[in-house]
């Protein structure tokens, strides 16, 4: 078993938001994904949302004297036009932390931080519903999967040792195909379809809580 296949199978899961870990056996992960846990939409704690008005973060400065927007990300601090520092609002107009009254206290005064949405404020809260179904309640689910590559024309198999995993991913080798199942249903129906895509996410939609 190529452990650059296992590689690359873990690297394509964390770019999509999954926490992966490996066991001491070279074919072995553990896939952990924090979701809701009514729907199993990827619940993601990088997403800041304003404490206020749960506007979500849209990485934005703003200019107060120019009132330009421009984006939070390679952009600098200071305006290009006036110079002066700019802040990371939230983006609702009639969010109070917008109003003539605040709008000072919560994107200038406040010590070390610029803007009510950036890192450092107190006003701002990780992700506390699904944006999928609004639901309050985040869960951590994980399964173990064990990954086989086959040779050419090599057949499936599975193992009485195999009937510990959760889930089995065959691939091929030098093709960008799979075939995920679950061990004890496939020696019952030995179904199998090998398509380019990873569909991980059905992993977790089937899991019981
Ligand atoms: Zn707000
Ligand atoms: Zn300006
Ligand atoms: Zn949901």
Redesign the pocket.
Known sequence: MADLRVKSISYKLISEGFDIYRTDQQNEILINKHCCADCKTSWNTDITE?Y??G?INPYLYFCKNCNIFTSTKGGKKECKECNTLKQKI?F?DS?V?NSEEFYNIFNINLKNYEG?MSRESPCTVSQTYCFNCGSTNNINLAVIVRIIELNFNEKITISSEDLRFDYIIFTKKEKKEYFICKPSEYLINKKEKFIDKLEINKMFLDLSI
């Open positions: 304003c206020f008005c506007t939230c609702n969010c932390t009510v």
